[in-house]
Nanobody
Framework: EVQLVESGGGLVQPGGSLRLSCAAS????????MSWVRQAPGKGPEWVSR????????YYADSVKGRFTTTRDNAKNTLYLQMNSLKPEDTALYYC??????????RGQGTRVTVSS
């Protein structure tokens, strides 16, 4: 059974940092491109970042570029999102997604991030 379990969310003040984790199981993590997606209250999903399976190349939405960093540890089957200089507009439910090389995606249940003073 494919599982993606996000953790690390919480309440943080503007300017603060959080590190999200996504623990993967039930599939060959190392060959899947992985992404972070977020959904703010009352809004649609927004793609945040992507890290390729083999090259490790990373891509970011303009809204988070320079503040967020995506990494992966294939030995631990875990995806990370380091979020610095957080802003109130970063408040959202953050999901990790696994892109199946044969098509389709898997998504976790998400972890909630609230940026507020």
């Amino acid at each position: 059974e494919v599982q993606l379990v996000e953790s690390g969310g919480g309440l943080v003040q503007p300017g603060g940092s959080l590190r999200l984790s996504c623990a993967a199981s039930g599939f060959t993590f190392g060959i899947y491109d992985m992404s972070w997606v977020r959904q703010a209250p009352g809004k649609g999903p927004e793609w945040v970042s992507r890290i390729n399976s083999r090259s490790g190349n990373t891509y970011y939405a303009d809204s988070v570029k320079g503040r967020f960093t995506t990494t992966r540890d294939n030995a631990k089957n875990t995806l990370y999102l380091q979020m610095n200089s957080l802003k109130p507009e970063d408040t959202a439910l953050y999901y990790c997604e696994a892109a199946n090389p044969r098509g389709g995606t898997y998504r976790g249940q998400g972890t909630r991030v609230t940026v507020s003073s």
